[in-house]
């Protein structure tokens, strides 16, 4: 697999950053993901206006405009012999002595790689899956899409640890998000979102599910979703540009709505599909 560094397109074996950067000694970057389907990269510009703000909010300047990471990004997909992937981008602040301090003068270190892509099979999605929930003991950025990430494995961990795909997050009494995804909500043929706001990382995928029930006259609403409601739900699903839409059929070991992918994550699901089609020959 063919990788980027720094100017550089190498071997993914042969990249390597010095031990001060301070993505390394910080975790002080940034990071953003694109999926890629047939060669074609999904709502890049999207992404690239994500990463744009994640840069804003930890003060580091865009090492490139997007024209430079479009064509950046495109000669990366076509240097991989597989025509589905998913390409991580990842921006620190670069190379300096350890201080807390911002360094003066010092390039960015820019980074990406291609793997593949690997979305969720139509079993999985007819099966659905499990979740737990724990109490978001995060920072109040969430909404940057930092490298400095422990804090979602330790979650995510939780859900690991008790064979189940995802942990739904509630910060006093409310959902924010998944572990790695955005969470939904439907009850009584209403689907539910939480508000966009700093206390969770507003999803590509999720933008495209509001836009997709404003165009197909899905009642839906944006607004603070409480815990018992989450727990009340009909449907709960995760959403992320890896597992698209996926229903959580068990919460806390208790079932979700009739223990089953409901109507409206089915609608959803190939809604979405048709939509991906359509971006992908356009």
Request: charged share 20%; aromatic share 8%.
């Amino acid at each position: 697999m063919s990788a980027y560094l720094n100017g550089q397109f190498l071997p993914l074996a042969e990249a390597k950053i010095p031990v001060l950067d301070r993505g390394f000694v910080f975790g002080d970057g940034v990071y953003e993901l694109v999926p890629v389907y047939s060669n074609k990269p999904f709502r890049l510009d999207d992404h690239l206006r994500r990463l744009q703000g994640s840069l804003d909010g930890i003060r580091l300047a865009n090492p490139h405009g997007i024209a430079g990471w479009r064509d950046l990004i495109l000669r990366l997909i076509e240097l991989q012999d597989f025509a589905d992937q998913s390409i991580y981008i990842q921006v620190t602040r670069g190379v300096a002595p350890r201080d807390h301090a911002f360094p003066r003068g010092v390039p960015p270190t820019v980074f990406m790689f291609a793997q593949p892509l690997l979305t969720a099979t139509p079993e999985q999605k007819a099966a659905g899956v499990c979740a737990v929930t724990a109490v978001d003991n995060r920072w109040l950025r969430c909404n940057i899409k930092a490298i400095s990430l422990l804090a979602n494995i330790l979650l995510r961990q939780q859900a690991v640890d008790a064979d189940c795909a995802e942990t739904v997050m509630l910060r006093d009494g409310f959902l924010t998000e998944g572990a790695a995804s955005n969470i939904f909500a439907v009850k009584n043929g209403v689907l539910l979102a939480p508000p966009p706001s700093n206390l969770m990382l507003t999803g590509i995928t999720y933008d495209v599910v509001l836009e997709l029930a404003a165009a197909h006259g899905i009642p839906h609403e944006v607004r603070a979703i409480g815990e018992a409601e989450v727990r009340a739900a009909d449907e709960l699903w995760m959403t992320s540009s890896t597992k698209e839409i996926m229903a959580i059929v068990k919460l806390d070991g208790a079932p979700v709505g009739a223990g089953v992918p409901g109507p409206m994550a089915r609608q959803m699901d190939a809604l979405y599909q048709t939509f991906k089609q359509q971006v992908m020959r356009a």
